[in-house]
């Protein structure tokens, strides 16, 4: 993945494939494929129709239509709806559900149509490099809270898809702004959540498939409804790959023990020299399979991490040759510290200002001694005046010191070495997990 900053200036060079994908919550990054100056289709084979998943002509113009983005109308009226209902939506666990409804939902073409070749419709999991994963029902549960152990009840009918032909008919039809909301009307907004943000049904326009879970959840009564989520993600997941045709490979490891030596070198080399790697890779790359294929490319695409890997060295160089500065700098804190008590202790001037108090009570009731007391009043006053003198000192050299260590502490280094060799490390498990795939492979 490419740092932000840099991102911008690799990617107008890149011609980007069905391997290269952006990142999806970083604009300006990308991920998950091989990426240089070169075209996609150079790094894998000099045949483009031997690019994995290129060669696919598939019609998915329709396949993501029905994206469960909040149709104009639907905020303000969940705001009215929750005003009344909020409380039973707590009680039957769908209330966090509702609210992911209310903001957009960023769809990446890209990876959803790439992780569809990891999909097995015989095992409902997807099928990855380092196991099979699949949704399960906690992950429903813990993502929208909707139950997973009751059974819906009685059905109820509210509206075709002949009456509203779209869904914004079917809330201008059913959406109220004035009064009460009524049963109908609770039960036509969790009608609409239902068919368009969790079953995401194709039609684009309501339909009485789930109007009975609507009317139910709108009397309170606890559904099933993540049973039926994750039954849905499975029949969805199934029916978008059900017709794209499968690689056939005729793995041969002749070729691998060269692919495994170049990956068992060190990452400082794999950074700074990917060309030979590359060579190998394009060579057996029609002999692999398409898993550890997915796994051994991005080690042909380490050079893009070289100055990052780089950065991180030269920055734990550095910290660590700052140490005599870091040590300076904590006995000038602590110097700063004492100066900081001495200054506090020579401005509490209260014990002085009682006894200057009492004096002068003192040369009101004893005429007699008025010379003395005088001369002792003018003693504390003089002492009251050093300390005064002997402050303005103190905090003087109190504010060069604090300069002196902000200047000091610009010139560290921030972060931790931790963190620097995690990033090396999270470049360098890249190259492990190539290996360890590839070895896997040929045992």
């Not at 997941?237 to 690689?247: C, K």
């Amino acid at each position: 993945m490419a740092e932000p900053s840099n991102a911008d200036a690799m990617v107008s060079g890149l011609k980007v494939s069905d391997i290269l994908l952006p990142h999806p919550s970083l604009p300006n990054s990308m991920c998950l494929g091989p990426r240089s100056s070169e075209s996609p289709a150079h790094l894998i084979s000099c045949e483009a129709n031997r690019i994995p998943f290129v060669n696919q002509n598939l019609d998915r113009a329709d396949c993501l239509r029905a994206w469960p983005n909040p149709p104009e109308g639907w905020v303000p009226w969940y705001n009215r709806v929750s005003k009344t209902h909020y409380a039973t939506w707590e009680s039957i666990g769908i209330a966090d559900a509702l609210s992911l409804s209310l903001s957009p939902l960023e769809k990446n073409e890209n990876i959803l149509k790439t992780i569809g070749y990891f999909w097995s419709d015989a095992l409902n999991c997807f099928m990855f490099g380092h196991g099979p994963m699949t949704p399960t029902l906690l992950d429903v549960a813990m993502i929208t809270s909707p139950s997973a152990f009751k059974l819906p009840k009685v059905p109820f009918t509210l509206s075709s898809k002949k009456e509203c032909t779209s869904w914004g008919a079917y809330l201008n039809r059913y959406m109220k702004t004035k009064g009460p909301v009524t049963e109908r009307e609770h039960t036509a907004f969790l009608n609409l959540w239902l068919e368009h943000f969790i079953f995401c049904g194709p039609s684009l326009a309501p339909t009485k498939n789930y109007l009975s879970l609507a009317y139910e959840l709108a009397k309170g009564t606890h559904l099933g409804i993540g049973k039926l989520f994750l039954g849905e993600i499975n029949e969805t997941s199934s029916g978008a790959v059900e017709e794209v045709p499968m690689p056939s490979t005729a793995p041969s490891p002749s070729d691998s023990p060269r692919a495994t030596d170049q990956v068992s070198d060190q990452l400082d080399t794999l950074v700074e020299d990917p060309e030979t790697i590359r060579g190998i890779l394009v060579d057996i790359q029609p002999r692999l399979p398409v898993v550890l294929e997915a796994k051994l490319w991005p080690t042909a695409t380490l050079s893009v991490f070289k100055s990052r890997v780089q950065s991180a060295r030269q920055r734990i160089t550095l910290r660590r040759a700052q140490l005599p500065l870091r040590a300076d700098i904590a006995e000038k804190c602590q110097r700063l510290n004492e100066k900081k008590a001495a200054l506090d202790a020579k401005t509490a001037t209260s014990t002085h200002s009682v006894r200057l108090e009492t004096l002068r009570k003192e040369l009101e009731d004893l005429e007699k001694r008025a010379r003395e007391t005088k001369r002792l009043i003018q003693d504390e006053e003089s002492l009251i005046a050093r300390s005064q003198e002997e402050a303005q000192g103190l905090t003087a050299d109190l504010k060069t010191d604090l300069a002196e260590i902000r200047a000091l502490s610009s010139q560290l280094v921030m972060g931790r070495d931790e963190d620097d060799e995690v990033e090396i490390a999270e470049v360098d498990r890249i190259r492990a997990d190539a290996l360890h795939a590839l070895n896997a492979f040929l045992q």
